[in-house]
């Protein structure tokens, strides 16, 4: 099992811009898929951005594309979300998710096994 941890939350005002980051640590296999989700309160948990086989390929969600940025490091078992531009709707609780192999199903949050306990971003404007 791989235990995740994600840091990095905070309070912004519109335009601003964030880096959360998620530490893996535990029986990682490689190559992986990291994703990272969200949930806003009264919301379905919902797909990000993911990353696989340590930056190999990455894709984004359309609501995110041109502002967000995921990243990898291997050495550090880290994932991390750069986010600028941050709008309001982007406020809720972020997710970092680990599955081992492809990335097949990504989209899902029921695709992945592994989760942290998520950090809150708030965007006010």
């Known amino acids: 099992q791989v235990q995740l941890e994600e840091s990095g939350g905070s309070s912004v005002q519109a335009g601003g811009s964030l880096t959360l980051s998620c530490a893996a640590a535990g029986n990682m296999s490689r190559p992986n898929c990291m994703g990272w989700f969200r949930q806003a309160p009264g919301q379905e948990r919902e797909w990000v951005a993911r990353i696989y086989g340590g930056g190999i390929g990455t894709y984004y969600n359309d609501f995110v594309k041109g502002r967000f940025t995921i990243s990898e490091d291997s050495a550090k078992n880290a994932v991390y979300l750069q986010m600028n531009s941050l709008k309001p709707e982007d406020t809720a609780i972020y997710y970092c998710?680990?599955?081992?192999?492809?990335?097949?199903?990504?989209?899902?949050?029921?695709?992945?096994?592994?989760w942290g306990q998520g950090t809150q971003v708030t965007v006010s404007s």
């Open positions: 998710a680990s599955k081992s192999g492809h990335c097949a199903g990504y989209f899902k949050a029921s695709n992945f096994p592994d």
